[in-house]
């Protein structure tokens, strides 16, 4: 089946980089996503990528995919206190609608 | 991205009771679905709500406990029925395609915060 697993927690002093990383086991899935969540809030889209590329990169975050092992990575550069949120990958299958979440990251960015 | 609202945002309903969650949306989206995130966990899919016809469910959701309208391209409603306090979770619309956005971007509404006694 699909299963997606990410770890729970992260803590990152301000002003450095904060990796967020997923493991998937679907090798249908053709599209990754990255979503944020902050306390009482919807999520929101941050990035996706499609399974051809290996790298996307848009201001601060970069998406890392590698394919072979089935891991994807967001990294986020000078992580400010509003980064401080839930993170979640999804994956999802070509051809098909449904998004299979991660357990989600919260991240703690420290001053 | 389309801009995205629900109501109620929150609610304490008594077991047994039901409970109708409205999404609409600003623009027109080809595609609604309903997700359950429960409280510490994940989201997962209920169904996608398919425009004049019959919500497409997920495995271990049933019509008959959630049902789903979708009337017009920008509109939806999730129902829980009959419910008990394993319904409470957060209750998220979501809207792909159309105006909304590309293709494959699926943008989620604020949620609604659902507690059941």
């Known amino acids: 089946g699909e299963d997606v697993e990410q770890s729970l927690f992260l803590s990152v002093r301000e002003g450095d980089s904060s990796v967020i990383n997923c493991t998937y086991t679907d090798s249908s899935s053709t599209y990754l996503y990255w979503y944020k969540q902050e306390p009482g809030a919807g999520l929101q889209l941050l990035t996706y990528?499609?399974?051809?590329?290996d790298m996307k990169q848009d201001q601060r975050l970069t998406v890392l995919l590698n394919k072979k092992d089935k891991h994807l990575s967001l990294r986020i550069a000078d992580t400010q206190t509003g980064d401080s949120a839930i993170y979640f990958c999804a994956t999802r299958r070509g051809g098909g609608n449904k998004l299979t979440f991660g357990t989600g990251t919260q991240l703690k960015v420290e001053l | 991205s389309a801009v995205i609202s629900q109501k109620p945002s929150r609610d304490i309903c008594q077991r047994g009771t039901s409970l109708t969650i409205q999404c609409q949306v600003d623009s027109q989206v080809t595609m609604m679905f309903w997700y359950r995130q429960q409280p510490g966990q994940s989201l997962t899919l209920i169904a996608t709500?398919?425009?004049?016809?019959?919500?497409?469910?997920e495995s271990g959701f049933v019509i008959d406990k959630f049902p789903i309208s979708r009337p017009n391209l920008t509109f939806s409603t999730l129902t829980v029925s009959n419910m008990s306090p394993e319904d409470s979770s957060i209750y998220l619309c979501s809207v792909e395609g159309g105006l909304a956005g590309g293709t494959y971007e699926q943008y989620f509404g604020p949620g609604t915060r659902l507690t059941v006694t």
């Open positions: 990528i499609f399974s051809n590329m």
């Open positions: 709500a398919n425009q004049g016809s019959e919500a497409t469910y």
